[in-house]
């Protein structure tokens, strides 16, 4: 075991050894029911802190992801210790009013984390989609961007350059409709990179203007269907 880990674990025991030995200590053995049930939440609510990093959904707002679970089950966890602290010291004979108070608190942690992950699985799956599609437009542009730099002739360059316009200027968001149409229009780009590298300049430019169009048809589609 690394000796990170090893630190990690000490740091964690560290509530957990105090808060037993003042209870004991202080407290003795013997206790009442809603006394060991404000123990038993207090352990309950530790513990969720604790393994609150294992809930957070992997992807690209991880740290976004895990700073919101985190302060819940941090707030929680404080909450439930102030609560449970409460009702050790007042240690009522009945246990309906700790139960109650207490359940409560956690049915409320628990809806306010589950409502937060399943928000953030939203979230990150909709960034697994938007992300092919970022890659589409970024992709395209930069493989135009490199290729204008290497055209020497005016004409040519011309027409590139209007495919370059146009594809920078293209929505982001996608379609899958569209997958088969994209798929092309990286095909045209490859190409016509050969085209452009084996000096066929009328090949090239026939090549630029069939690209124009498919990036403009493509462009004409995905704004119907989003309407």
């Known amino acids: 075991m690394k000796k990170i880990n090893i630190l990690w674990i000490i740091l964690n025991l560290i509530f957990l050894i105090i808060f037993n030995v003042l209870f004991f200590a202080l407290g003795g053995k013997e206790h009442n029911t809603s006394v060991w049930m404000s123990y038993g939440f207090i352990h309950f609510a530790y513990f969720m802190m604790l393994l609150t990093p294992l809930l957070v959904r992997e ?4 740290t976004v992801f895990g700073y919101a679970l985190n302060s819940i089950s941090a707030t929680y966890f404080f909450i439930q210790l102030f609560t449970g602290i409460i009702f050790i010291l007042v240690a009522p004979e009945g246990i309906n009013t700790a139960l109650s108070v207490q359940l409560c608190i956690a049915g409320l942690y628990g809806i306010i984390l589950v409502s937060n992950m399943i928000a953030n699985e939203r979230t990150a799956e909709a960034e697994e989609i938007r992300q092919p599609q970022i890659a589409y437009v970024k ?4 493989k135009l961007k490199s290729l204008l730099d290497q055209i020497s002739d005016k004409e040519t360059k011309q027409k590139v350059e209007r495919a370059y316009d146009a594809m920078y200027s293209s929505p982001v968001k996608s379609h899958p409709d569209l997958a088969n149409t994209e798929r092309q229009i990286l095909q045209s780009i490859k190409e016509l990179e050969r085209e452009v590298s084996a000096g066929n300049k009328e090949d090239a430019i026939s090549i630029a203007n069939s690209l124009l169009l498919s ?5 004409s589609q995905l704004k119907s269907m989003q309407k």
Request: aromatic share 0%.
């Open 59 to 62: 992807g690209k707002s991880s």
């Open 215 to 219: 990036i403009n048809e493509r462009n």
């Open 139 to 142: 992709e395209a542009s930069a």
